[in-house]
């Protein structure tokens, strides 16, 4: 990608907001901030297509953090809560194949991503990879629509805050709830936001803990470990049954629940992205990156292919309290399948401490995501793909303009006041799971585009620090997966009776975004398409991630604790 001009090096407004400023890192070294660095990862200053030597960065993070920012960034809301919808629109056979089915695409963008990070780590790759690789204008689209995930899921996680606060009342009004969280955020992001990296830690290593605490409970309660001494194994597998029908009867309602929950695993699953975005802090990153793309990924399907197992093997898909809270929306309700179960068995305090435990985790994220929002978008701005404004910071480098835009779009949430909480809830599902799938294509897409440029210029990828298995097989099975789930996602406006304008603009707003991005770009900027032999694939970067290779000395762990981490998330 071309660069801007802007130095990054003598900049004092660049050095100010990299990593929020100089003072955390001169703190770096003791050992509470070395663990909160796992929240200062690559959603900064540097973010979506700020182009920054490896010199500019401090590669800090062990594999623990890598991967917790890839476990921690994907693991909430759509798996403690969300999952209950696909559950209810397909049933827990469908369910539990969607989930297993969707991970063998991410297997295939991680592949691919695994490859070109590994080589070259740095600061927002995929984005960036993306300009250089292929054309700067799709890189500047692909900026945007990360900026638009990102952003998007802020009101989504205010409204599951909403969504699950009514399981326990609906005194407060939802405007209200909704403009407590909005100020919240704004209060931590402009002010608090030194302790961000710190409480993202113990957060992130809170949702796993807590994921697999709920595995471990529906093996004892399925085994007639609880209250009503039932042993239920499977039985909501047969009655009322392993599928469901989804508008029509017969095969061609299953296939549409099968197909739903398909959607919802592509909303819930993701992973590559989070952790290529922390290369550019990697410590010894042509090392630590392949394991943490390997570790995230296995992580990360077992949680989600387990989860979706024990959701259908807790809760029937026809739970009148399930459908309550996805279809109709009731206060009192429980949305997160977990509660459900544990209100079946007769399970009491439990579901409410999990309950508040997943409310934690809904706020938490959003609080994140306005955080790596604003980032990205504060990356453009430098970058002169934005408005020069939003350059603007506080004085602790916080860059205050960009947050306004990001709390801004979050006022979307407000939607909730006069609709089905349950129906907006949906349409920022849409919106965020169009907004991911261009994503992963465009990871995909930028590998093959990479793959030709080494086989045009006698690249040999096999003297690579790690070369991608099943070639350009893998890469392209990705692509059209997630390219075409792109455009599924928004079907059911398409059936008899069905059109709702707004579930249609949501589910297919970026699918018109993307491209008028790329050609308004092209055509102002006058970018070039690059040709296989055009792409550089020998960047000052490479030298400096090689010195630094040859140089690396592996720095011990503070404390024996610390080592128990690094082993835990080193395999």
Not at 510 to 533: D, E, Q, S
Request: glycine share 8%.
């Amino acid at each position: 990608m071309a660069s801007t001009g802007i130095d990054h090096h003598s900049s004092p407004l660049a050095q100010n907001l990299a990593y929020h400023g100089e003072k955390e890192n001169r703190q770096f070294d003791s050992e509470k901030h070395e663990e909160a660095r796992i929240g200062e990862h690559d959603f900064d200053a540097r973010s979506a297509s700020v182009k920054i030597s490896y010199d500019s960065t401090h590669r800090q993070l062990r594999p623990r953090h890598i991967q917790l920012i890839g476990i921690g960034g994907t693991i909430g809301t759509a798996l403690y809560v969300q999952i209950g919808r696909g559950l209810m629109n397909g049933g827990p056979g469908s369910l539990f194949l969607a989930f297993t089915i969707w991970c063998t695409f991410i297997l295939a963008v991680t592949n691919c991503m695994n490859e070109m990070v590994t080589y070259l780590p740095i600061s927002s790759p995929f984005i960036r990879f993306a300009g250089r690789y292929v054309d700067e204008a799709f890189g500047v689209a692909a900026g945007y629509n990360f900026f638009v995930f990102e952003a998007a899921l802020v009101p989504f996680e205010i409204v599951a805050c909403n969504v699950i606060i009514q399981y326990w009342s609906d005194v407060v009004p939802v405007g209200g709830i909704i403009a407590i969280c909005i100020v919240l955020y704004g209060i931590i992001n402009v002010f608090a936001v030194k302790w961000y990296g710190e409480s993202e830690f113990w957060l992130a290593l809170g949702k796993v803990l807590l994921i697999v605490g709920l595995i471990i409970f529906t093996f004892i309660t399925m085994l007639g470990g609880n209250p009503l001494h039932d042993r239920f194994g499977f039985r909501y597998w047969k009655n009322p049954g392993s599928f469901t029908e989804l508008y029509y009867e017969g095969s061609l309602g299953r296939f549409l629940g099968f197909l739903q929950c398909l959607i919802q695993a592509s909303f819930t699953i993701a992973g590559p992205d989070y952790v290529s975005m922390a290369a550019g802090e990697a410590e010894n990153p042509r090392k630590v990156m392949p394991k943490a793309f390997n570790g995230v990924f296995y992580r990360l399907t077992a949680f989600f292919v387990l989860g979706s197992l024990c959701v259908g093997i807790l809760v029937p898909y026809n739970d009148k309290e399930l459908v309550a809270a996805f279809k109709e929306g009731k206060p009192g309700a429980a949305a997160s399948p977990y509660v459900v179960a544990m209100n079946r068995l007769q399970i009491n305090t439990l579901p409410h401490i999990v309950n508040a435990m997943v409310l934690a985790s809904a706020f938490s994220a959003g609080n994140s995501y306005v955080y790596c929002a604003s980032r990205s978008l504060f990356g453009l701005a430098l970058e002169g793909k934005a408005p020069r404004i939003l350059t603007k910071c506080t004085k602790s480098g916080v860059p205050i303009y960009c947050v306004a835009v990001v709390l801004a779009i979050a006022l979307l949430s407000f939607l909730q006041v006069s609709n089905n909480a349950a129906v907006v809830l949906n349409w920022f599902v849409s919106l965020v799971t169009a907004s991911q799938l261009i994503n992963f294509s465009v990871m995909s897409f930028t590998f093959i585009k990479w793959k030709k440029a080494c086989d045009a210029q006698g690249f040999d990828r096999n003297e690579l620090p790690h070369t991608s298995f099943w070639q350009p097989f893998s890469a392209w099975y990705g692509l059209i997966g997630c390219f075409i789930m792109t455009f599924v996602g928004g079907y059911t406006v398409f059936l008899k009776d069905a059109w709702d304008v707004p579930t249609f603009l949501f589910s297919y707003l970026m699918c018109g975004v993307f491209p008028v991005i790329f050609v308004g770009w092209k055509l102002l900027k006058r970018t070039k398409w690059l040709k296989p032999h055009e792409v550089n694939l020998r960047p000052i970067e490479v030298e400096e991630i090689e010195e630094y290779t040859r140089n690396y000395v592996e720095r011990p762990p503070k404390t024996r604790f610390h080592g128990y981490l690094d082993k835990i998330f080193s395999s």
